[in-house]
C-alpha cells in the first residue's frame, strides 16, 4: 500500500510540474485581437488558433478589446482597462500586442506625439513582471479601407515606423502583420476585420516568431 501511494504521489507531482511548465502567452490587442466578425471567435480568433497551433506546451489568453488603442488620450485606452491589469496580472512568459490600427483615426491621431511614449509606457510595464517576458510587438494588419476613420496611410507610414522605434529602444521583438495581410482583400469582409482565413494567416505569423517553425 505504502509503495503504491509514494508512486501515485510520485506521479502526481510529476503531472503538476508538467502542467505549471506551460509556456504562457498573453495577447494584447483590438477587435482583430479579440476575433470580431470571425465565425466561432472562440476557436477561430487569432490567439486561439495560435494555441491549437502551438500545442499543449502554450497556454494562450486572448486579452484583446474591440476599439481600444495604444494612445492613453485616445477614445478607447487599452491601459485604463481592466483586460491590462488582468494582463500584468496574469505574468505570461511572452506577450504579443498587436494595437495601432484605431490609433490611426481622426480623433485619436491628433495626439499622435503621444503614440511613441504610450507604447512605450506598455511595453515597460510589461517587461517589469517577475516573468521577465518576451515582448512582441506587431505591426498592424492591412486596412483596406477608411471605415470608422481607420486609415492605413496613417499607420504605413506613422504607426509601423513608431512600434519600430519602441522595439529597437525597448528592445523587443517585431512581427510584421501588416504584409503578410497586404493582398487577401477576400479574406477581409469589411475591409478591416480578418475571416477565419485571415485569422490563420495572423496566427502563422505569430507561431512562427514565437517557435521558428514554418
Known sequence: MKKHLVSFLFLFI?????????????????????????????????????????GNEYEVQNFGISARTA?????????????FRDALAYNPDIF???LGTNDSKPQNWIYKDEYKNDLTTMVKAFQQLPSQPQIYLCYPA??????WGINDSIIVNYIIPFITEVAEECNTKIINLHTPTSNMKENFPDQIHPNEVGTRVLAKEVYYAITRKD
Open 71 to 83: 494612445l492613453n488620450k485616445g477614445d478607447h485606452p487599452y491601459m485604463q482597462e481592466q483586460k
Open 142 to 147: 492591412k486596412a483596406y479601407t477608411t471605415q
Open 14 to 54: 510529476i503531472l503538476g510540474t508538467s502542467a505549471s511548465a506551460q509556456i504562457k502567452v498573453a495577447c494584447i490587442g483590438n477587435s482583430i485581437t479579440f476575433g470580431s466578425g470571425v465565425k466561432d471567435r472562440a476557436q477561430n480568433s487569432y490567439p486561439s488558433v495560435l494555441g491549437q497551433m502551438l
Open 96 to 98: 504579443v500586442i498587436k
